[in-house]
C-alpha cells in the first residue's frame, strides 16, 4: 500500500488528515464520516489494528524500519500529520466561521452528511431484517445522543482517561461525534479548550526560558489532565480499531447499516437553524472558559423562515453534498488505483 502511492496522493492524504482534524474538532461531525466516504476508512482501521503485541517486539527489538511497515506507517504518519496541523491551523480559521458565518458553516456540514448518507447507501445492497433493524438501532442511539442533557465537569484522572477513550470513537466510527459526546459528558472546555491552552502556554514559557509554570498548581494539573486524555484517546483508537476491523470482517453488513443509521441520528445534532444555549451560574450570569469565551451546554432547534439568509443556507446544505460527491469521486479513483 505504502509504496505505490505517488506524491499526489501523499499531498491528498495529508489534506484528508487537515479535514479528519477539523470535523473532529466540531461538535456534532465526525471525522469518520471523512475517512468513509474519502474511501480511506478500512485501510485507516486495519493500520490502527497493526498496533498490536508484533508491533511493540519489533520496536522494541530496534526494527524501527520493520516496525514503520508493519503498522502501515507512512499513511498513518501523513494522515496524523494533517490532523495535527489542522488542530492549530484550519480548526482555528473554523472557529472564527463558527464564530462570525455559524448558520453557513452549520448548513455547510448538514449538507456534508446529508451527501454522505447518499454515498454509503447508494452502494449498499444488503437490506434484510437484520441491517434494517440496525439501521434503526443506529439512527435511534444518534438522535438519542443528540438531545442528552450534557453534565457537570469533571477533572478527575479516571473520568478524564474514559473520556479520552469515548472521544476518539468520532475518528473511528462514522456519525460518531466526539467533540460532542465531551460537551454531554460536561468536559468539552477542560479537554478541548483550558488543557490545549495549557500546553500551548508551557511550550511558549519554555522556549523564551521561563520555567515558572513547575510551581503553579493549576497548570500542573491542567497538563496532567491533558496527558491522561492523551493516553485515553491511544488507547481508544487502537481498542476501537482491532473491535472495529474484527466486526469489518464478520458482520460487514451489519455494522454499514448501523453506521447509516448513527450519521442519519447525527443530523439532529448538525441541524443549521439552532440557538446556543450557554452555561450559566446562579445568578444568571454567562461562566466563560480560560480564553474568555462563553461555553456551549446545548443547542435549541428551530424552523426557519423563509428569507435572504435562509435561501443562503439552503445554498451551502447543497455547496456540502458537491463536496461529498467530489470526494467520493475521488475516494473511486483512489480505489481503483490501489487495486
Not at 483508537?237 to 472495529?244: E, G, K, R
Not at 460487514?252 to 445534532?269: P, R
Request: hydrophobic content about 50%; glycine content about 8%; overall charge positive.
Amino acid at each position: 500500500m505504502q509504496s505505490t502511492r505517488t506524491f499526489k496522493d501523499k499531498l491528498f492524504l495529508v489534506i484528508k488528515g487537515l479535514a479528519m482534524g477539523a470535523a473532529n474538532k466540531v461538535p456534532g461531525v465526525s471525522g469518520g464520516v471523512v475517512a468513509f466516504v474519502a474511501g480511506f476508512y478500512e485501510e485507516f482501521i486495519y493500520s490502527l489494528q497493526k498496533v498490536n503485541k508484533t508491533a511493540f517486539k519489533l520496536l522494541f527489538n530496534g526494527r524501527f524500519k520493520s516496525f514503520f511497515n508493519y503498522i502501515n506507517g507512512r499513511f498513518l504518519t501523513l494522515l496524523l500529520f494533517g490532523m495535527l496541523v489542522s488542530y492549530f491551523s484550519v480548526s482555528k480559521i473554523l472557529d472564527y466561521f463558527l464564530e462570525h458565518y455559524q448558520l453557513f458553516v452549520w448548513s455547510l456540514f448538514f449538507g456534508m452528511i446529508i451527501g454522505s448518507i447518499y454515498y454509503i447507501n447508494k452502494d449498499f445492497k444488503d437490506w434484510n431484517y437484520k441491517t434494517i433493524l440496525s439501521l434503526i438501532i443506529g439512527i435511534a442511539l444518534g438522535v438519542g445522543i443528540s438531545f442528552l442533557d450534557p453534565a457537570k465537569e469533571n477533572d478527575n484522572l479516571w473520568f478524564v482517561f474514559f473520556c479520552g477513550i469515548i472521544s476518539v470513537s468520532g475518528m473511528t466510527l462514522p456519525g460518531f461525534s466526539g467533540s460532542f459526546i465531551l460537551i454531554l459528558l460536561g468536559n468539552y472546555v477542560l479537554l478541548l479548550v483550558d488543557s490545549v491552552n495549557a500546553l500551548y502556554d508551557t511550550f511558549s514559557e519554555i522556549f523564551s526560558g521561563n520555567f515558572e509554570f513547575v510551581h503553579d498548581a493549576n497548570r500542573i494539573r491542567m497538563l496532567k489532565v491533558l496527558g491522561v486524555f492523551t493516553l485515553g484517546s491511544v488507547t481508544g483508537l487502537v481498542t476501537f480499531s482491532h473491535i472495529l476491523n474484527y466486526i469489518l470482517k464478520h458482520y460487514k453488513s451489519i455494522t454499514t447499516a448501523t453506521i447509516i443509521g448513527f450519521i442519519i441520528g447525527s443530523l439532529g445534532v448538525v441541524w443549521p437553524w439552532k440557538e446556543i444555549v450557554y452555561k450559566q451560574n446562579a445568578s444568571g450570569d454567562f461562566i466563560l472558559d480560560s480564553t474568555g469565551q462563553k461555553i456551549i451546554e446545548n443547542y435549541t432547534r428551530f424552523i426557519p423562515e423563509l428569507n435572504n439568509e435562509t435561501y443562503i443556507a439552503i445554498l451551502f446544505v447543497l455547496i456540502g453534498i458537491l463536496i461529498v460527491l467530489a470526494l467520493e469521486w475521488y475516494g473511486q479513483k483512489t480505489r481503483k488505483i490501489n487495486a
